[in-house]
């Protein structure tokens, strides 16, 4: 089992539409939760942090659930400029680190 | 520009040469990373370095690998007798010290062809 899951998607989804990802991570001593984004043939860049009590950043709301180990992003009216990857990553420990620990990356294309 | 710079930013190589990569960190970060990724999937842990020290090394990372952050600023990547099953990005990332909730910032990558 992977250490964090994501479904690759692609989620197809018209301008204006609200989409939600999901993530589950499998080590419940992980530390810190983001949401990268990743454009095509780019770096991956950070969208936001998620905290504990969830967070908002004008369209983007991100949530934790310690209990169940997964995290969540919703879009609200979705753009076509948010066509991308979206990489949750957690820290996890190794050794005396915790290690960004990437998943696989959830397409989204939106269209007009 | 204040970013994490890596070069090449393209590399083509013949199989079973020796490739180096450089990744020059934002200077104040004392954390670098080296990830890679392949089309379709996620960044892949690779190494950790702390300053100078190498503290965590993946399985993935074969003996063919080596890394070294010599001075606790840049660092370098290397691959020997590459394979097919090399051609990847390599990817840098550094982070400033205080705590796991610090962001990674990322290089623009070194694309690597092994023919």
Redesign the interface.
């Known amino acids: 089992r992977k250490e964090?899951e994501?479904d690759?998607g692609p989620f197809n989804v018209p301008e204006g539409a609200t989409v939600a990802f999901n993530c589950t991570y499998s080590n419940s001593a992980s530390?810190?939760f983001?949401w990268y984004r990743q454009d095509c043939r780019?770096?991956?860049?950070?969208l936001m942090?998620v905290y504990s009590s969830g967070n908002e950043d004008g369209r983007f709301t991100a949530q934790l659930n310690r209990a169940s180990q997964y995290i969540s992003l919703l879009i609200r009216d979705s753009k076509l400029s948010d066509s991308a990857t979206y990489?949750c990553?957690v820290?996890i420990a190794?050794?005396?680190?915790?290690?960004?620990?990437?998943?696989?990356?959830t397409s989204l294309i939106v269209h007009p | 520009d204040t970013g994490v710079s890596q070069d090449p930013r393209h590399k083509i190589t013949k199989r079973g040469q020796n490739v180096t990569f450089r990744c020059d960190p934002i200077s104040e970060h004392n954390r670098l990373?080296w990830?890679r990724q392949t089309l379709?999937?996620?960044?892949?842990?690779l190494t950790?370095f702390?300053n100078e020290a190498q503290?965590?090394k993946s399985r993935l990372l074969s003996d063919r690998f080596s890394a070294e952050r010599p001075k606790g600023s840049f660092s370098t990547l290397e691959i020997q007798r590459t394979e097919q099953g090399d051609s990847a990005m390599y990817?840098c990332?550094s982070s400033a010290s205080g705590g796991?909730?610090t962001?990674?910032?990322?290089?623009?990558?070194t694309r690597l062809t092994v023919v």
């Open positions: 964090v994501q690759p530390q810190s983001f780019k770096e991956p860049k950070l942090s990489l990553v820290r190794s050794g005396g680190s915790y290690i960004p620990t990437f998943g696989r990356g | 990373y990830y379709g999937q996620g960044p892949e842990f950790y702390q503290l965590e990817l990332a796991t909730n962001e990674a910032f990322f290089g623009q990558g």
